[in-house]
């Protein structure tokens, strides 16, 4: 996957990472993990400014991030209650936890989302529930950014400073980002075992 990736960097710089960290957002099986290691090669090598490199990658993931939290919140909650009525069970969910995560979420969400922008696969995800829960468009863009231009600037650097052994950044990456889906998966399976409908308690 790198080879195209390093191509379209080389053939549209600034406008190449921008464009893969909007599509890495949208379509997570294209890794940031890659796009920004080889982005800052390119800064080490004197081809782009590493700045720019950071500012880019962020602004692309950020249309992504805007993008699904739009989504999410004109689909809105409440659309969702038949759905969670109905297929609770699956979801391992209850309208009255929606309700608490309403709650909860309106006091630590902005914490929520900029932990979640630093943590590999969830940060994919964290627009959806804010979007759905209608968390303040500024709180989420104010937080938002700031993760991502975390997340971003460290795979930059890291590909910086590694030059040509960027791929080092993806193996050291890999497992954990195994382990965080393996985690989320098994939490899952326990909610699934565990769960009771509301007019079981």
Request: cysteine-free; hydrophobic content about 50%.
């Amino acid at each position: 996957m790198s080879d195209w990736v390093i191509r379209l960097i080389e053939q549209a710089g600034y406008l190449g990472v921008a464009f893969l960290m909007f599509l890495e957002t949208v379509f997570p099986p294209i890794p940031s993990e890659v796009i920004m290691p080889v982005a800052g090669v390119a800064a080490a090598r004197g081809e782009m400014n590493l700045a720019g490199v950071i500012g880019s990658g962020t602004a692309g993931a950020m249309l992504g991030n805007i993008f699904w939290y739009q989504a999410a919140r004109l689909l809105g909650i409440e659309r969702m209650r038949p759905i969670i009525d109905r297929f609770g069970r699956v979801l391992t969910m209850s309208w009255s936890e929606v309700e608490r995560a309403d709650r909860w979420f309106r006091r630590h969400g902005a914490f929520f989302v900029f932990l979640g922008r630093l943590l590999p696969t969830v940060r994919s995800l964290v627009s959806i529930p804010a979007g759905l829960l209608k968390m303040p468009f500024p709180s989420f863009f104010l937080f938002s950014t700031i993760g991502t231009a975390g997340w971003t600037a460290l795979l930059t650097l890291a590909g910086y400073e590694l030059r040509e052994q960027f791929g080092e950044v993806d193996a050291w990456l890999g497992p954990v980002s195994n382990t965080i889906i393996v985690v989320l998966v098994a939490g899952y399976l326990w909610r699934l075992i565990t769960f009771k409908a509301p007019d079981q308690r």
